[in-house]
């Protein structure tokens, strides 16, 4: 079903939804960018239609929806295993189409990979529905249509923003709020099919310990500085590290947490007694870079990057990712097709 | 649904002091491991961490633990009858009976003879189920030694041929000194298909441990080693054990070397 509505329809429509559901969607953030005077756009919780920022790419993914920076595991006290109160409410979240086949890349880590299912990730999952922003231009740096991530059905609802916003409704569970709010139209989303930045993917198969050690890696060596923001802005970066902590207060109690990690930021792979492994910045872009175009396929079937391009916004190194994939390729060869 | 990061809690039935700063924890519990799986140990609101089983039997386990950190320095406060909280076992183990029925040479370098010790003191309690058992057993110092009493009940063993040695002695130290891998060298290892050989220790007494043996002519298919890596979870989510598309804790630790040998960090 495909709806015509005027935006304050859809803004109603919202309201309307709020009631049951938690809405996320990217939002501009005043004043708070990485320099003077200059905005960050990540996402949040909205109310309203004219809090969702359309215009820019978000700057962090939504996957921090699905995936906290820090999340509970368990609560202590004297000593005893307590998990946090699960919150019944559900979840809408607008995101491109980039994203959600992103979520299909946490999917697979977070339930697929070994036999245990992580629940705290699946608790989230099963209570999200996408509503995908259609995307048509891109914006600099994505590379969607190169990793084959431009588009997807795994939504919703799609929803064109304009003077009047365009709706398709997959989920009948959303038909309701939707009934009676607009005209009955064509239409389907468009998928971006030409992306301003291209890239051309390696042959997995010629990838060997011989392309782990060539000298390409060593230019990252000196540009890397190792901050980790491509990690942390990338919608497929899955790494966690668990902590605990006591609560100052009252030591007595505490929590288990897990928190965000990043395969460039120092004590990844350190150990208690001191070892530890890719001291080297180089070697960590080869061991994420592989990660995302390599080694995920080779287990798994399909590449972990979709073509974002959050981490060549984000580098202050100015370090691109996607000329990086294009290095790999020189290197080992296209993929066959 | 199961919440696979909920451990179960249990109590320590005895502590052992190895050496000042290794001490061995029996646990009273009912996990029932595979030789060289590891198990996920914490303390509320200290951590967690990835800990070898040393030992098992029937209702315990043992732990050898080196203070190194938050969590094993607070272990190594607790007494008999106190608590700590453990979850797994996880990972692949060693393949034992691929071993039965051959010649075994085992190479061991600090705590890494931890996780190989149960297959050692199987193989003791039932020596007609192997040809022999070359052991090479290397520590830094004489006071670094883990496990004194059962390598001189192994020294014992008629099938067993136990080689120990300091990197460096002491005054009192009449015994062996020099890296392990100059003793292999000294060794009538050579090739044989009916020969197995483990390797575990730090990462570089395993690479030049498992370099000595190739240069012996052994295959790298008759080749075992076993990984440490850091680990937050042992069930293939946190990522910080993957090495290309393999996950340690997943399946690791143990490798054949035909896949080590490939695996770079």
Redesign the interface.
């Known amino acids: 079903m495909s709806l015509k509505l005027s935006r304050e329809a859809f803004d109603d429509v919202l309201k309307d939804l709020g009631k049951e559901y938690k809405i996320y969607a990217p939002i501009r953030i005043k004043g708070e960018g990485r320099f003077s005077d200059t905005d960050v756009v990540r996402y949040g919780e909205v109310s309203g239609l004219d809090e969702i920022e359309i215009h820019e790419k978000a700057h962090f993914s939504p996957k921090e929806i699905l995936f906290p920076i820090t999340q509970t595991l368990f609560y202590f006290t004297e000593g005893e295993y307590q998990e946090p109160k699960y919150d019944e409410k559900k979840i809408i979240v607008f995101l491109r189409p980039c994203d959600i086949n992103g979520v299909t890349r946490l999917d697979q880590v977070f339930l697929e990979n070994g036999e245990d299912k992580d629940i705290y990730y699946e608790r989230l999952r099963e209570k999200v529905k996408f509503f995908m922003i259609e995307c048509i231009e891109g914006f600099d740096n994505c590379f969607c249509v190169s990793m084959d991530a431009n588009k997807t059905e795994k939504y919703a609802a799609a929803i064109r923003f304009g003077d009047d916003m365009l709706v398709e409704i997959k989920d009948e569970a959303l038909i309701n709020a939707f009934q009676e709010k607009g005209e009955f139209v064509n239409f389907e989303p468009t998928f971006i099919q030409e992306n301003l930045v291209n890239v051309k993917l390696p042959d997995i198969e010629q990838i060997t310990t011989e392309t782990f050690e060539d000298d390409m890696w060593k230019e990252y060596a000196q540009r890397c500085i190792a901050c980790g923001r491509c990690n942390f802005v990338c919608m497929t970066c899955s790494c966690w590290t668990m902590q605990d902590i006591a609560y100052d207060e009252n030591n007595s109690s505490g929590e288990r947490r897990r928190a965000w990690a990043g395969c460039h930021v120092d004590g990844f792979t350190d150990m208690a007694g001191g070892h530890g492994f890719r001291k080297n910045y180089g070697d960590r872009m080869r061991f994420k870079t592989m990660h995302k175009i390599n080694d995920f396929k080779k287990r798994n079937g399909y590449h972990m990057c979709v073509g974002c391009g959050r981490c060549d916004d984000v580098c202050p190194e100015y370090i691109s990712f996607s000329s990086c994939i294009n290095k790999v390729t020189k290197l080992v060869g296209e993929e066959r097709k | 649904?199961?919440?696979?990061?909920?451990?179960n809690?249990y109590m320590i039935l005895d502590v052992q002091h190895q050496t000042d700063i290794d001490y061995t924890f029996r646990v009273a519990c009912d996990i029932a491991p595979k030789n060289g799986q590891f198990v996920e140990l914490?303390?509320?609101?200290?951590?967690?961490?990835p800990i070898s089983i040393s030992d098992f039997g029937d209702g315990y386990i043992d732990m050898t633990i080196?203070r190194?950190?938050k969590?094993?320095d607070y272990l190594h406060n607790l007494r008999p009858g106190d608590?700590m909280?453990l979850r797994g076992p996880y990972g692949n183990g060693f393949p034992l009976d691929h071993y039965k029925g051959k010649r075994l040479v085992i190479a061991a370098g600090g705590t890494g003879l931890a996780p190989v010790k149960s297959i050692i003191n199987y193989f003791h309690q039932h020596s007609q189920e192997i040809q022999g058992l070359d052991l090479f057993i290397g520590f830094k110092s004489p006071k670094d030694i883990l496990f004194m009493d059962e390598i001189e009940n192994w020294m014992k063993n008629e099938r067993f041929n136990v080689v120990l040695t300091v990197d460096k002695g002491d005054e009192c130290w009449t015994g062996n000194v020099g890296l392990i891998t100059q003793y292999i060298s000294q060794e009538s290892i050579g090739k044989d298909e009916n020969l197995e050989v483990i390797i575990v220790g730090?990462?570089m007494m395993m690479k030049f441990t498992a370099l000595e043996f190739l240069k012996k002519e052994i295959l790298e298919n008759q080749i075992w080693v076993s990984f440490?890596?850091?680990m937050?979870?042992g069930?293939?989510?946190?990522?910080?054990c993957?090495i290309?598309?393999t996950?340690v804790?997943?399946e690791g630790p143990v490798f054949n070397y035909t896949k080590a040998k490939?695996l770079?960090?």
């Open positions: 649904m199961k919440n696979p990061y909920l451990p809690k914490s303390i509320p609101k200290i951590g967690e961490a080196r190194v950190g969590v094993t608590h909280y730090p990462p440490e890596r850091k937050s979870c069930i293939g989510k946190c990522g910080h993957k290309d598309e996950y804790c997943l490939k770079i960090d």
